[in-house]
């Protein structure tokens, strides 16, 4: 014991001292040590509580999601039941603070503790270790786990551990104690809380949404709306979504927090980012973050972080950017999966408020240059491609206006017909007109991105059935382009071409198709593109109009003017093969059109890949040639075969399989009956070739390439 400092009585001329000391009374169970934190207002059940409450846990997440919440929900059960000896509850930020409170607790169960913090800390979890005492200690927001090296409470069978942390490393978990992520409130929970916090109030489950269910970001907004008696839910949710106010205007200040939280929502997450940052490679993880602010809190590809402009702007390989990725991960700054990068939109804003002004637009165009780049030239994985176009839009919204500087970003044009190449043809129609009205107002009504996007209005109004308005934006279109880029135009006469497409009446369509051409034959010459793809569409009107075998023939000449000036393998060669079948097999020879578009189907196949759009179709037309044909069996086998991979590549909700699922329905009751039955307009996937987007001349204007 040490008695330095004591004072007693001296007895003799010696120098011994008798120093008598009353015993250390017996300590007093239960035993509580540390402050609890109180319970949040209007408090809301979490599904942790339950793992909690069965073994020791870490309870890891982002930062605002709760853990600290479910922790003392549990540590204030605990502290009432007097059946439990020990229960510890300390602020675990520093190993410092954890070598304290364990001296402390020491101090109060031990009979004779050492007198260092360190002896006194270990003397404490050997006494965890050895007794038969029921115990709980709680470790509240861990920073690092290297801090609880050689202070991890023992495991025993009457003790239990539960640990708060933002982090998710590996060191955390073991056998002996789960790790469970704490995510956001459900839908249920945050309505149930905000209808506590905001009763008789309209508009909270779309607050919620706003919000992102993040309770610190709920609890805080209730407040900032409750301290505002004038402002309402919608009121709020317009300041929320005005994109000149930042996050901290939009929410309490630190000393008008609620529920005794230490930090306001904007900046809760900035040590987190500045641990990360630390982390190996060190500097890069804030950067990566930036791009990430800018992208879709739902989920952006991995692959869009590491395109080769990206690596160039953080001065990285590839491998540093996954272990950047990967410091932000274990800081729970971001969910990182093996193709996929979330963050919550709250945290993003958080980030986005920290870059200068003047870095936003070169940002945004790094980061919509990555993701064109990423942007596969044939769609043929639909989760990919409907991710990419969330990451488009995100990216625009978050940014706005900058992709529109100097000129519209090719990026919002990719992600319109990434929807029409989804077969969403009226979603498409109505991102272009919204991209039309930006470019009108951004650009001027008489740019080329503006006639662009009124191009691509008016062609996926008439993919969606739309033509009567399909007519009308083309003859607009019509005037402006010739008025603005001349009427001889490539991009003019593209118009004049899908409009000529629209007559009403089939002799209409040949006549407008006839003057076309003769303007390109005399500004172009008849080698030109596109006087060949007006030849194409001229003959196509004709075999349409009944002429078959001339237009078939027209069809053979063209054939022979794209070997000459592009080759075998250019698309407007092989499409123009495809329609000679399709119409050879029309006009009878279904045996014939079905072997000429098996060639086709290989020949694109081998161009343009085997889950590209135009393969697919032409293997649809060459079964169904086929099947008109007598080849019913091998017709059928090519339906199901064809109808795996345009599940595969296109999804089940797509136009086309819908088409193809029809056909081996039909098909599959000729062969049971053996007869033909009745083939309607659905099995005609792909027979008007002049429809098709990409066929030469059809929609051969801006963007359509």
């Known amino acids: ?68 919440q479910v922790a003392a929900r549990h540590a204030h059960a605990v502290w009432r039941d007097e059946s439990v000896d020990l229960a510890l509850w300390l602020t675990a930020d520093t190993r410092s603070a954890v070598i304290g409170g364990y001296a402390d607790a020491a101090d109060r169960v031990l009979r004779d503790p050492p007198s260092t913090p360190e002896d006194a800390a270990a003397a404490f979890q050997a006494w965890l270790g050895s007794t038969r005492r029921r115990w709980l ?84 907004a209730a407040a900032f709306i409750a301290d505002k008696p004038l402002l309402t839910v919608a009121g709020y949710r317009d300041r929320l979504a005005d994109r000149r106010r930042t996050l901290a205007q939009v929410m309490p200040t630190r000393h008008e927090l609620p529920d005794e939280h230490r930090d306001t929502v904007a900046a809760t997450w900035s040590l987190s980012v500045e641990r990360a940052d630390s982390l190996r490679p060190e500097g890069l993880s804030r950067p990566l973050l930036e791009i990430i602010s800018l992208l879709d809190p739902a989920g952006t590809p991995v692959t869009v972080l590491t395109r080769d402009n990206v690596l160039a702007h953080l001065g990285v390989d590839a491998e540093a950017v996954g272990d950047a990725l990967a410091c932000l991960h274990r800081l729970s700054l971001v969910t990182l999966d093996a193709r996929v990068v979330r963050a919550h939109a709250l945290l993003q804003r958080a980030v986005r408020d920290t870059i200068a002004p003047p870095r936003l637009t070169p940002l945004a ?57 989804a077969g969403l043809a009226a979603q498409a129609a109505a991102h272009f007109r919204e991209l039309r009205r930006q470019a009108e107002h951004h650009l001027g009504p008489d740019h080329h991105d503006t006639l662009h996007a ?59 198709l006839a003057d076309l051409l003769a303007d390109l034959l005399r500004a172009r010459g008849p080698d030109d593109r596109d006087t060949l793809a007006a030849r194409n569409n001229l003959a196509m009107a004709r075999a349409g109009a009944g002429a078959r075998t001339e237009a078939i023939a027209e069809l053979e000449e063209v054939l022979a003017g794209l070997l000459r000036t592009v080759g075998p393998d250019h698309a407007r060669t092989l499409t123009v093969r495809y329609n000679l079948a399709v119409w050879r097999g029309d006009a009878g020879e279904a045996r014939r059109a079905a072997d000429e578009l098996a060639r086709v189907a290989e020949d694109r196949c081998r161009v343009l890949g085997a889950d590209h759009p135009d393969t697919l179709v032409t293997r649809y ?48 009751d000729v062969a049971e009956d053996g007869f033909e039955g009745q083939l309607g307009g659905a099995d005609q996937l792909g027979v008007t070739a002049q429809r098709r987007r990409d066929d030469p001349g059809a929609a051969d204007g801006a963007g359509h390439q």
Do not use: C
């Open 454 to 512: 009124g191009h691509e209005v008016a062609f996926f109004t008439r993919r969606s059935g739309q033509e009567a308005e399909a007519v009308a934006e083309y003859e607009r279109l019509a005037v402006d382009s010739a008025r603005i880029l001349g009427p001889f135009h490539r991009d003019t006469l593209a118009v004049r071409n899908n409009l000529a497409l629209l007559r009403t009446t089939t002799a209409d369509v040949i006549a407008e």
């Open 137 to 220: 200690v709680v470790l509240d927001d861990v920073h690092d786990p290297a801090d609880l090296k050689g202070l991890w409470p023992p495991t025993t069978p009457t003790g239990r551990v539960v640990v708060t942390t933002r982090r998710r490393d590996a060191a955390l978990v073991r056998d002996d104690r789960r790790l469970v992520e704490v995510g956001v409130f459900t839908e249920a929970e945050s309505s149930a809380y905000l209808t506590a916090k905001l009763p008789d109030t309209d508009g909270l489950r779309e607050l919620a949404g706003d919000l992102g269910h993040l309770p610190l970001a709920l609890a805080q």
């Open 1 to 68: 014991m040490d008695v330095r400092g004591n004072v007693g009585v001296q007895i003799g001329d010696g120098n011994v001292q008798h120093i008598h000391l009353p015993p250390r009374p017996p300590v007093e169970w239960p035993v509580r040590v540390g402050v609890l934190p109180p319970l949040a207002d209007r408090y809301q059940r979490r599904a942790a509580e339950a793992a909690v409450a069965e073994t020791s846990v870490v309870l890891s997440g982002l930062g605002g999601v709760g853990k600290s």
């Open 365 to 421: 165009h790094l980061a919509a240059d990555a993701l064109l780049s990423a942007w596969p030239a044939h769609e043929t994985d639909s989760a990919l491609a409907a991710s990419l176009r969330s990451v488009a839009n995100a990216l625009h919204t978050h940014t706005a206006p900058a992709l529109w500087a100097p000129r519209a970003h090719a990026v919002l044009f990719q992600a319109g017909k990434s929807l029409g190449e």
């Open 621 to 668: 037309r060459s079964a169904h040639s086929r099947a008109l044909g007598g080849d019913v069996a091998t017709a059928l086998a090519g339906f199901r075969d064809l109808l795996a991979d345009q599940l595969r590549v296109l999804g089940p909700d797509h136009p086309d399989v819908a088409i193809t699922r029809q056909a081996v329905r039909r098909w599959s």
